[in-house]
């Protein structure tokens, strides 16, 4: 079955960084898109970012723009999400999805928070 798992969250002070990974299993990773969510309390969850196949096609939410980066690593069953120049509005809760368009595949989520 498909299973998707998050890591690398935490709490960090306003500026400063986290590395996500969703690490996947279950299907061939290397034929989908794949796609990071992120869900604020008393917020819908909303797109981040997500990449092709290939990795060579990307997407950002424009609020992300210019401070986070998707990547992959095929041979890892792996993407990750590095995030820079963290503010508190980027306190939420992060998921990774399969496909380039939502799916119903999630993993269980990683929370960052971001505060001083």
């Known amino acids: 079955q498909v299973q998707l798992v998050e890591s690398g969250g935490g709490l960090v002070q306003p500026g400063g960084s986290l590395r996500l990974s969703c690490v996947a299993s279950?299907?061939?990773?290397?034929?989908?898109?794949m796609s990071w969510y992120r869900q604020a309390p008393g917020k819908e969850r909303a797109l981040v970012a997500r990449?092709?196949?290939?990795?060579?096609?990307?997407n950002y939410a424009d609020s992300v723009k210019g401070r986070f980066t998707i990547s992959r690593d095929n041979a890892k069953n792996t993407v990750f999400l590095q995030m820079n120049s963290l503010v508190p509005e980027d306190t939420s809760v992060y998921y990774c999805?399969?496909?380039?368009?939502?799916?119903?595949?999630w993993g269980q989520g990683t929370q960052v928070t971001v505060s001083s």
């Open positions: 999805n399969r496909g380039w368009s939502q799916s119903d595949y």
């Open positions: 279950g299907f061939t990773f290397s034929n989908y898109a």
């Open positions: 990449i092709s196949v290939s990795g060579r096609g990307t």
